[in-house]
């Protein structure tokens, strides 16, 4: 529990050096600031959590993920390479998480105040689960998936199926017979599912790096509403990964 006697909330960031689209893409620097250090610095502007944390994995080349997670005053929980879930969970109760906001090192664009939304709907409410996902409209790269440790605890127990233990929070959403699942919805004019705005490819790395090098020296958290400015502007940027597929969970 925190100070304030209220739940307190742990942003865990999935993060590991090897990736079958792009080694080491969690390192990759724009404007000179791996993409990692990006995330948490958005993640920091954040009003609801309380701390932040890298789960990342035993791996010797994970060592430098570590290293910056120190360097950027945040946690760091080593776990599995291959059992995110365990290695999510783990962090969690490492760091006497009481609410778990699920993210991963691909959101190089992840809002904060999008985030806070996510959390005080979750909290105003009585779901298992909270996300922005479940009817996806905001690009993907915004993703926040709320819920609590007790209930990813629940979960550990129950499935041993590799896609469920890869992907910490798909069983959760796959069992709306079993768990209570929130929805929050983007406005209309940021209605735009089939923009990429993750981290997964080269083609992706780019884009990331054209929307940065435009809004990052004026504001160094600039919100979703600046980068949908900036693409009406320059809407050739959303060519560069436009045929990029999202990876299928199974």
């Given at each position: 529990m925190n100070i304030?006697?209220?739940?307190?909330?742990?942003?865990?960031?999935?993060?590991?050096?090897?990736?079958?689209?792009?080694?080491?893409?969690?390192?990759?620097?724009?404007?000179?600031?791996p993409t990692l250090e990006l995330i948490i610095e958005r993640l920091k502007m954040s009003e609801l959590i309380d701390e932040i944390v890298i789960a990342t994995t035993v791996s010797k080349d994970c060592d430098a993920i570590e290293e910056l997670a120190k360097g950027s005053g945040?946690?760091?929980?080593?776990?599995?390479?291959?059992?995110?879930?365990?290695?999510?969970?783990?962090?969690?109760?490492?760091?006497?998480?009481?609410?778990?906001?699920?993210?991963?090192?691909?959101?190089?664009?992840?809002d904060?105040?999008?985030?806070?939304?996510?959390?005080?709907?979750?909290?105003?409410?009585?779901?298992?689960?909270?996300?922005?996902?479940?009817?996806?409209?905001?690009?993907?790269?915004?993703?926040?998936?709320?819920?609590?440790?007790?209930?990813?605890?629940?979960?550990?127990?129950?499935?041993?199926d590799p896609a469920d233990r890869e992907n910490v929070s798909l069983y959760i959403y796959e069992h709306p017979e079993k768990y209570t699942l929130g929805s929050v919805k983007a406005p209309d004019e940021m209605n735009r599912p089939e923009w990429r705005w993750t981290l997964d490819t080269k083609e992706d790395f780019e884009f990331l790096k054209a929307v940065y090098e435009a809004l990052y020296s004026e504001n160094k958290v600039f919100s979703a509403q600046d980068i949908f400015a900036f693409l009406a502007e320059n809407p050739a940027v959303l060519e560069i990964n436009k045929e990029i597929q999202q990876k299928a969970v199974r």
């Open positions: 304030h006697g209220k739940r307190k909330v742990v942003a865990t960031i999935e993060a590991r050096f090897t990736s079958t689209r792009l080694p080491g893409k969690t390192l990759l620097e724009i404007c000179e600031k945040v946690g760091c929980f080593r776990g599995s390479e291959d059992d995110v879930l365990d290695r999510v969970l783990q962090a969690a109760k490492a760091y006497q998480a009481d609410i778990i906001v699920e993210m991963t090192g691909d959101e190089t664009l992840i904060p105040v999008i985030v806070d939304e996510t959390i005080q709907f979750y909290r105003d409410n009585d779901f298992d689960y909270v996300s922005n996902i479940l009817d996806r409209r905001y690009p993907r790269g915004l993703d926040t998936q709320v819920f609590s440790t007790e209930v990813l605890e629940e979960v550990a127990g129950l499935t041993n």
